[in-house]
């Protein structure tokens, strides 16, 4: 998933995977909370335009010169 991520220009630190039982509620906090850090840090999704919510993935794939199926 990291190497997709890459691929279409997002940063891999975006995705990530935890496995923790329901008994588990301080690691839980913790590691959301370290994520929300991480990803405050990465900041606004690049492939989205400014303020507008609108997808940036047709302009950079033209850019690369990839064809986009929708």
Known sequence: MKYLLEQIGLEPGRVGMFNMSAAMAGEFVETASEVTEQITALGPNP????????????????????????
Request: aromatic residues 0%.
């Open 47 to 70: 492939l989205r335009h400014s303020g507008t919510g609108e997808s940036n993935v047709q302009e950079q794939a033209e850019k690369d010169d990839v064809e986009v199926e929708r």
